[in-house]
């Protein structure tokens, strides 16, 4: 039952912190090893140009709906849709989009902290001298090492969630924007000094080969369904988590301007990332095909021995761990506005209660990793489970479900008002809206199964 106070629903204070928290939110874990991996192993340039049409035609338009349904909606993303289709007389069903949405934010978190404590713990072991000397064996048993024990992982677990809670519960000036204002530009500032470190490596010529020499012979369908997959992925849709921020957005901010600001700056990123990482990993003939191990296992072994490698691995996985940070503090606001939209608890009290409670999750995936690893549900381990509910259902019906509303039962010409598209452009983006970026998520809904 909603509680019966007033509630007071917060805005941006300006245009660029909301471009840095919607972009910190984009920028995950993903940006900084499987993008530019995707785009070495699919055919450098030729898989660039598919990514941007695909982001052209199913991110970006996504990306707009869901800050135009959460700008509307002025709520968390249930009462949100919950109002929305009141207005438009349509039926309630379409609040299960705002459920989904929350759901498939509280359940990510809850395995992503865990990865965000990780990179924590690299940044503890290398500011203690652990990568010193590593070889392939070495790294691999710091790496299993890690996972083996529960105690270690819940630590660096419970220290991540207690930054994101400490984060969020100041609130989306205080808070969330403060946050994106001084991660994203340290974000920056790590990338450039460790592209710099890549151009004087002696790999840099390999890895800009690698990533944008143009191969449209490794360009097949299941690279199209790829570049397809990244560009839902990449932007957190689905997620609940671009509605809510949409919420706090004011109405003179352009939508479609604001998106591809965040959609460049998103993708600029990924691919300084290929240039941090590339160089170093052919620079030492390491395989650059090594997957998520590259950033856990096959980089520490550079980094311990290399000239300076431990400084360069600390800048490497505070990195990662400001990617890990923007992106769950995202995760964490959609659950926390509807705690307190919802119920009698303050800002902090709500985000306290959601934060543990998305600790308490984080505690049985880190489990599947050690004393949990037998312990299956529907042949999958929790932290699979978790992963496996949330990319193949929650977040491509989800995101289906709010392009569709958004396409189908708002009205049209306030819609065009709203985006400020002349009438031959709405055309184009009712075409888009209505059918092709539909037609997209369900191919990447059914490719996924």
């Not at 980089?299 to 000239?307: D, N, R, S, T």
């Amino acid at each position: 039952m909603t509680a019966n106070r007033t509630h007071s629903h917060a805005q941006w204070s300006s245009r660029l912190g909301f471009v840095l928290a919607a972009t910190g939110s984009a920028v995950g874990l993903g940006n900084i090893w499987k993008f530019p991996y995707m785009i070495g192993q699919s055919g450098g340039a030729a898989f660039v140009l598919i990514y941007l049409l695909c982001i052209a035609m199913i991110g970006l338009p996504i990306l707009v709906a869901e800050w135009m349904l959460g700008r509307r909606g002025q709520k968390n993303p249930i009462n949100t849709m919950s109002e929305l289709a009141r207005t438009h007389k349509r039926s309630q069903a379409w609040v299960l989009v705002g459920v989904s949405g929350v759901l498939g934010a509280f359940l990510i978190l809850s395995f992503y902290s865990v990865i965000g404590g990780w990179a924590l713990a690299y940044v503890g072991d290398a500011i203690g001298g652990g990568f010193r000397g590593l070889d392939a064996d070495g790294a691999g048993a710091l790496f299993t090492g890690m996972l083996a024990n529960p105690g270690v992982l819940l630590l660096w677990h419970t220290v991540f969630m207690a930054l994101i809670i400490g984060v969020v519960a100041m609130g989306v000036i205080g808070g969330l924007e403060r946050a994106a204002k001084l991660l994203m530009p340290a974000l920056g500032v790590l990338l450039v000094i460790l592209v710099g470190y890549g151009m004087a490596s002696g790999g840099f010529g390999a890895a800009l080969a690698y990533l944008f020499n143009p191969d449209w012979s490794l360009v097949t369908g299941e690279v199209v369904l790829a570049a397809l997959g990244h560009a839902f992925f990449t932007l957190s849709l689905g997620m609940g988590i671009m509605m809510a921020y949409g919420s706090y957005l004011d109405r003179k901010v352009d939508l479609l301007r604001t998106a591809r600001t965040v959609v460049i700056m998103d993708t600029v990123i990924a691919i300084a990332a290929g240039l941090a990482i590339f160089p170093i990993v052919f620079a030492n003939n390491l395989d650059p095909g090594a997957g998520p191990g590259l950033i856990f296992v096959t980089l520490p072994i550079a980094f311990g021995g290399i000239a300076g490698g431990a400084l360069l691995g600390l800048m490497f996985f505070l990195l990662l761990t400001f990617a890990a940070l923007t992106s769950a503090i995202s995760l964490l606001e959609p659950i926390v506005e509807l705690v307190e939209e919802r119920t009698p608890l303050n800002r902090r009290a709500a985000t306290v209660v959601a934060g543990l409670a998305t600790w308490a999750l984080g505690i049985a995936a880190l489990l599947s990793f050690n004393a949990w690893s037998e312990v299956l549900i529907f042949g999958l381990t929790v932290f699979d489970l978790l992963d496996q509910l949330t990319s193949k259902f929650l977040l491509p019906l989800t995101g289906l479900g709010v392009i569709l509303f958004a396409a189908w039962c708002l009205d049209k010409e306030s819609v065009r008002k709203e985006l400020g598209l002349g009438a031959g452009a709405f055309s184009v983006w009712q075409a888009v809206t209505r059918f092709i970026a539909p037609a997209g998520v369900l191919i990447v809904f059914f490719s996924s199964l």
